[in-house]
């Protein structure tokens, strides 16, 4: 408000006073002039308030500068820097300015000095701490507006929301008390987050030894999360396992019992199998699991298992130590075909063969080669390990004149077979007859026979090594020896007398009873025949 006062002095000199008149106000009144004629007068006013602009700009922007681990993603515990520029954007002071950012934990914060004069800015700097619930619940994505309350001159209260100075797709729907109405969105930021997951498979088995039907392989599957989100619906899958009637058991690592997989967490599973012939003729079992699960977002992750490395994805293979063995016994049964009790040419040999498989995977295709013989029967398709086989092979030998100067007819059979990786495995026969391995079958083939036992018990029946025919051969001579070479027996010329007393020097005393065991002999019978070996067993 305010008046104009005109002075002036009238024609009997006296000075005098007119206060001025607002013609646009009807109000009149005089009193504050000496005009003679009191004109009615008044101030002249006007309101300038219609000219505040009363205005503040919130501007709110945020920057990832946390990554402690320098990895490009976000983790709980890393931060995010927000800065809020506010600016007095119009023309009379603001009074009583404070903030309220929710995120940030800011309530009724004083901006400055809570004033703000025309064209003055402040910028708050706030640092904040993300939390799993950042990275699960909106996937990384956090959007967030500061308020910030203010009086303009005359005590009238207003507020404004923050903008995002680099979103162009300004909005304004939070309904604030802003004069100027202008656009305001919130300030949002996307994280860069990670949902992986990975699976260690490994095996715990005891390969020191031959592998056996009903050994067991325990496997132990790590499970883990190494992403920054957690993951839930995790389904560990093994198909083979599981074929195979394989239950996979949780163990443990679910820390918190909330059956989800939270970052940094590895769960343990375990599964037993146990091992079949199959597996043991393969050499190996192989096989691997898979995992899957999803995060908040919708998507899902998966990864196969490796035994050693989560970055790989290799089967798990389990060597399995075979150990493949083929033995074979060779029996031979003289037949008297003229019934004369002595060999003769043209008498024959019967051989009997006994295949067994003695290691632990299955044998194919065994057939058995005799040098002196045809063997008759087989191949034998397959035999399973702890099988054995006396029926499929048979063989009959003619004895020649040659073999009767020879006393006898030594051989050796071959089995021959082949593993399940077609690998040849053979054996040379044993005399199972005696307690010598892998030796020949000998036939005594020189016109006598050769007991395999006899019994000097002292009750008339087989008291002494009674050789039939011996009386042929005037120079028959006789040695025998223990099983360790200790001749504890000899005679010449032999006259079927030995009663199993010890006739070797320092072994035995000449009169002592030998023990009950096999012992070995060399016959001679003269210049013109080869000697005869063999093994007779003395039971008392």
Known sequence: SNQAVVTYTDSNGNTLTNASDDPTDSTDNDNSDTEPNDDPDDETDIDLSIYWIKTLEVLKTVVFDGDTNNDGIAQPGETLTYNITITNTGNVVLNNVIINDALVGVNQQVVGTGVLNPGDVETLTYVYTITQDDLDVNCGHICNQAEVLYQDPAGNQYNNYSDDPNNTNDIDDTNDNDPLDDPDDPTCIDLPVQSIITLLKLDDFDNSDCTQVGNVIVYTFEVNNPGSTSLNNVILEDDILTNLGVSIDYVSGDSDGDQILDPGETWIYTAVYTLIQADIDAGHFDNQASVTASDNCGNTVSDLSDPVDVTADNVTVTNLVQCPELTLEKTGEFDDLNENGVADAGDTITYSFTVTNTGNVTLYNISIDDPIVAVTGGPIGMLLPGESDSQTFTATYVITPEDLKN?????????????????????????????EENDPTIIITIGIDIPEI????????????????????????????????????????????????????????????????TYYYVLKLGENFKPIVGWVYLDR
């Open 407 to 435: 006393g006898s007819v030594v051989n050796q059979a071959m089995a021959i077979g082949y593993d399940p990786q077609n690998n040849q495995i053979s054996d040379l026969s044993d005399d199972p007859q005696t307690v």
């Open 454 to 517: 006899f019994t000097p018990n002292g009750d008339g029946v087989n008291d002494t090594f009674v050789i039939s025919g011996l009386e042929n051969f005037e120079d028959a001579s006789l040695k025998v020896f223990n099983r360790w070479g200790a001749k504890v027996f000899e005679a010449t010329p032999y006259h079927n007398d030995w009663d199993g007393r010890s006739d070797g020097q320092f072994v035995y005393d000449k009169v002592s009873k030998l023990p009950v065991g």
